[in-house]
């Protein structure tokens, strides 16, 4: 690990505690993550419509189940979300969480 990345695994444990972290799962791993609010976004189409949450979360990476997470079920704010997409950094990683409802 580079010094840049101690530096930042260090402040993060001060950090996360200002900030306030909640409970994300994938699979069987639990970790803690900073969530942004959810984003709400609702497409009309003939006979329906699409409704679509997304949130971020940014969690340290070595708290990550190993392999690829992305289109896998996760649980966040009791709800359930899948993992649209990872911006893996070496010390931590972005997900979108993505929730789609069609009605």
């Given at each position: 690990?580079?010094?840049v990345g101690?530096?930042?695994?260090g402040a993060a444990a001060?950090?996360?505690?200002?900030i306030g972290v909640e409970t994300v799962t994938i699979g069987a791993t639990?970790?803690?993550a900073v969530l942004a609010e959810a984003e709400l976004s609702k497409?009309?189409?003939?006979?329906?419509?699409?409704?679509?949450?997304?949130l971020s979360a940014v969690v340290k990476t070595a708290d990550l189940p190993s392999g690829n997470i992305v289109k896998k079920k996760a649980t966040a704010r009791s709800?359930?979300?899948?993992?649209?997409?990872?911006?893996?950094g070496a010390t931590f990683t972005t997900l979108t969480?993505?929730?789609i409802e069609k009605a």
């Open positions: 690990m580079s010094i101690d530096f930042a695994k001060q950090s996360f505690a200002m639990s970790f803690d497409d009309f189409s003939e006979g329906g419509f699409e409704l679509t949450r997304r709800s359930s979300w899948r993992v649209d997409s990872e911006m893996r969480l993505t929730e």
